[in-house]
Antibody, heavy 120, light 109 residues
């Protein structure tokens, strides 16, 4: 059974870079045809997709966040990471990492989520 | 960019049938997935590829997709079904991305 766990600072200052890591257990991040994704959810609001990285390393990002987002993978540690630059209070949210399958992006596995607050 | 529209709320009495819609331009040509999210928890996949159920999801949950509307149907609603529900598609346009609907709060009366 695949499990995902987010980790990283819970508090980030405005204008700085938010950095989160997702550790995958129960399977190799480099095997299979999966899309490793980041999704966020501000308090009381809906889900917003941030972006994904494929097993091959190719990426796609939400057009509204593309200029500030980088997703990368470290196969040696079975982890993938999110960097979001120039953050503001609007980036305060619960951040989820997830695994999606096939081209239709069925998101079958989710991490538990981690709250990141942007505040000085 | 592609937009999915859900009603903010749906209310239903226990034992009745709840229908949650997800509207989008020609959504019938896309594959729609549905997630259930309870307070303080991560979303859970309840329907994928319009109408397939993952293992462990009760048969009371079903889905359909045609034209400009996809529908999640929950039969014989129970108190434990009260949650937020989100539809989702993959938009393979010039700037491909995952798109979520705004979510529907299902209230069991």
């Amino acid at each position: 059974q695949v499990q995902l766990q987010e980790s990283g600072p819970g508090l980030v200052k405005p204008s700085q870079t938010l950095s989160l890591t997702c550790t995958v257990s129960g399977g190799s991040i480099s095997s299979g045809s999966y899309y490793w994704s980041w999704i966020r959810q501000p308090a009381g609001k809906g889900l917003e997709w941030i972006g994904r990285i494929y097993t091959s390393g190719s990426t796609n990002y939400n057009p509204s966040l593309k200029s500030r987002v980088t997703i990368s993978v470290d196969t040696s540690k079975n982890q993938f990471s999110l960097k979001l630059s120039s953050v503001t209070a609007a980036d305060t949210a619960v951040y989820y990492c997830a695994r999606a399958e096939d081209t239709a992006m069925v998101i079958a596995y989710w991490g538990q989520g981690t709250l990141v607050t942007v505040s000085s | 960019s592609y937009v999915l529209t859900q009603p903010p709320s749906v209310s239903v009495a226990p034992g009745k049938t709840a229908r949650i819609t997800c509207g989008g331009n020609n959504i019938g040509s896309k594959s729609v997935h549905w997630y259930q999210q309870k307070p303080g928890q991560a979303p859970v996949l309840v329907i994928y590829y319009d109408s397939d159920r993952p293992s462990g999801i009760p048969e009371r949950f079903s889905g359909s997709n045609s034209g400009n509307t996809a529908t999640l149907t929950i039969s014989r609603v129970e108190a434990g079904d009260e949650a937020d529900y989100y539809c989702q598609v993959w938009d393979s346009s010039s700037d491909p991305s995952v798109v979520f609907g705004g979510g529907t709060k299902l209230t069991v009366l």
